[in-house]
T-cell receptor
Framework: GAGVSQTPSNKVTEKGKYVELRCDPI?????LYWYRQSLGQGPEFLIY????????DSGLPNDRFFAVRPEGSVSTLKIQRTERGDSAVYLC???????????FGQGTRLTVV | SQELEQSPQSLIVQEGKNLTINCTSS?????LYWYKQKYGEGLIFLMM?????EEKSHEKITAKLDEKKQQSSLHITASQPSHAGIYLC???????????FGAGTRLFVKA
């Protein structure tokens, strides 16, 4: 596609529920990143994919967070047993290679009530 | 771990005025990125700097990276309301892919 697409744009869920956030990167981009942005802060790195594999998942806060990219294109960020502290904007970005600039999607605003 | 500090945290300028935003790193930068974020939206790539002393310009925005590659500045000339938003600097601290970000500078332009 023309840009990075994230769905849904907004998600409200109850504490303890499971959520999935989807990212469609720019076609042909092999590198894909997930970030989390809390109010008033810069994006915080979560995980980086090169192709289908997670090259670095050191930013995932705990084992409730998991991400996949099975075919090297679309990625899904999965959060189990959501907590109110998980509320944030989740941003996805892709780049043609790790050394190039990353292009960001509009983000998914997750609210856990 | 590397940290990026941005200053000022927020800035209010009269339309037509010039302004400068700074980004300082605790370690040598391998690549420095400037992004703009409209409130509630994703990040828009502005410029990337990789070499010490490098300077790039796009329309009325100029970004510089110092020789030691630990500080960058973003300068806007003759600001317009369309320049309003959050300016974020990001860096690849290990020469690789991972990008860390500063907390951002919130720019307001008064018409």
């Amino acid at each position: 596609g023309a840009g990075v697409s994230q769905t849904p744009s907004n998600k409200v869920t109850e504490k303890g529920k499971y959520v999935e956030l989807r990212c469609d990167p720019i076609s042909g981009h092999t590198a894909l990143y997930w970030y989390r942005q809390s109010l008033g802060q810069g994006p915080e790195f979560l995980i980086y994919f090169q192709g289908t594999g997670a090259a670095d998942d050191s930013g995932l806060p705990n084992d409730r967070f998991f991400a996949v990219r099975p075919e090297g294109s679309v990625s899904t960020l999965k959060i189990q047993r959501t907590e109110r502290g998980d509320s944030a904007v989740y941003l996805c970005a892709s780049s043609s290679d790790p050394a190039s600039e990353a292009f960001f999607g509009q983000g998914t605003r997750l609210t856990v009530v | 771990s590397q940290e990026l500090e941005q200053s000022p945290q927020s800035l209010i300028v009269q339309e037509g005025k010039n302004l400068t935003i700074n980004c300082t790193s605790s370690k040598t930068l391998y690549g420095l990125y400037w992004y703009k974020q409209k409130y509630g939206e994703g990040l828009i790539f502005l410029m990337m700097l990789q070499k010490g002393g490098e300077e790039k310009s796009h329309e009325k925005i100029t970004a510089k990276l110092d020789e030691k590659k630990q500080q960058s500045s973003l300068h806007i000339t003759a600001s317009q309301p369309s320049h309003a938003g959050i300016y974020l600097c990001g860096a690849d601290n290990t020469g690789g892919f991972k990008t860390i970000f500063g907390a951002g500078t919130r720019l307001f332009v008064k018409a």
